[in-house]
Each structure stands twice: as C-alpha cells, then as structure tokens.
C-alpha cells in the first residue's frame, strides 16, 4: 500500500534496519522526487532490474540507503514508486 507521506530513515529505531518498499505506479504525485534508472547506482540499478512487477520488499544496505532517503519514483520501463519503510 502506497503512501503520499514521506519517511526518512531517521525514524527507525535504533538496532533495526530500514526497507525498501518497490511497487509499480502509473501516477507521478507532485512534490515526490523522481530518478532515472541511469542516475541511480549499479547495485540500486540491479535490484530493480530483478523487480518482476509485484511489490518488493528489499532490506536497505548502505549504497540503498545514500540512494533514498525518502519515498521517490524511478523512471526505467514503467514507473516504480520506492518507500522507505
């Protein structure tokens, strides 16, 4: 389930890792930033580019993390709206 509110890694708790919440969208919501799949960083690119369509749950790794730290969209075949969790 998508949400129009933004997070920020900040607000997970200590000792506990943040997430990734991929999904596909049709709607580019004002105010939300948007990257190009070829902005983003190899490992960032290859985790979508295994993303099979349904929503996706990755667990954050540091390269992620410097990547969004708030929900965005990325343009690459469709659009895929990207929540931090």
């Given amino acids: 389930m998508a ?3 933004t997070s ?5 708790p200590a000792g506990e890792t943040a997430a990734l919440i991929i999904s596909r969208t049709e709607t580019v ?3 939300v930033q948007v990257y190009h799949f070829d902005e983003l960083t190899e490992e960032t690119q290859q985790v979508l580019a295994e993303f099979d369509g349904g929503e996706k749950v990755v667990q954050m790794t540091g390269a992620l ?3 969004f730290d708030r929900d965005a969209l ?3 075949n ?3 709206r990207i929540n931090v969790a």
């Avoid at 920020?8 to 997970?12: E, G």
């Fill in 3 to 5: 949400s129009n509110s």
């Fill in 8 to 12: 920020s890694l900040k607000t997970v």
């Fill in 74 to 76: 990325v343009v690459f």
């Fill in 65 to 67: 993390a410097d990547e």
């Fill in 29 to 31: 919501p004002a105010g």
């Fill in 78 to 80: 469709d659009y895929y």
